[in-house]
């Protein structure tokens, strides 16, 4: 059974940092891996997908990584703005439909 | 450009008794899905269904069921709520091909049971 995981839970940086979101899963098998963005009280905004022959993907200050061989992607957030708060989650798509891991809820402090 | 359309936002409910959560959504996707996300959990799938007149299980589909009305709308009952169901509770849809799922989710309906 599909796992994936997130760590940390909760991350705090200042304004104009990079940072990296981590999400690890533990079967290799998968489709694609999606990172979404929830804000609070919100639903889910799918930010980037990975398919699984893909290495990375980027969408402006956004880059997401995928290394299916040791069931890691990361989210690489370039310039950190106040607005980037909200909580991160990644999503497999195996053969299953897909997993959610729990999310790394982000606060950007001015 | 409204998406995916949840009602109710909120809901208290008693043990016991019934509701329908409804979802709509304007892009002709095919595919529709109830999901529930729970501190320390993430999402769980509830019920989906990949075309209009067909509905499957999920992770967790015990205590309710699902109504795939028409393409557009897709509704989850709850028969006898139960306090172990205070959830958020998100509707999605696609309409990618069965590798390829880029979801698109409703606002959420925030459900407590007590």
């Known amino acids: 059974k599909q796992e994936v995981t997130q760590i940390p839970a909760a991350l705090s940086v200042p304004e104009g940092e990079n940072l990296v979101l981590n999400c690890s899963f533990t079967d290799s098998a998968i489709y694609n891996l999606q990172w979404f963005r929830q804000d609070p009280g919100k639903g889910l905004t799918s930010l980037l997908l990975i398919q699984s022959s893909q290495r990375e993907q980027t969408s402006g200050r956004l880059n997401a990584s995928l290394d299916k061989s040791s069931g890691r992607s990361t989210l690489y957030i370039a310039a950190s703005q106040p607005g980037d708060s909200a909580t991160y989650l990644c999503a497999v798509k195996g053969f299953q439909k897909l997993v959610f891991g729990t999310g790394t809820r982000l606060l950007v402090s001015p | 450009n409204a998406g995916v359309t949840q009602t109710p936002k909120f809901q208290v409910l008693k043990t016991g008794q019934s509701m329908t959560l409804q979802c709509a959504q304007d892009m002709n996707h095919n595919s529709m899905y109830w999901y529930r996300q729970d501190p320390g959990m993430g999402l769980r799938l509830i019920y989906y269904s990949a075309s209009e007149g067909t509905t499957d299980k999920g992770e967790v589909p015990n205590g309710y069921n699902v109504s795939r009305l028409n393409k557009r709308e897709f509704s989850l009952r709850l028969e006898s709520a139960a306090p172990s169901q205070t959830s958020v509770y998100f509707c999605?849809?696609?309409?990618?091909?069965?590798?390829?799922?880029?979801?698109?989710f409703g606002s959420g309906t925030q459900l407590s049971v007590l």
């Open positions: 999605a849809s696609s309409d990618q091909g069965p590798t390829v799922e880029k979801l698109f």
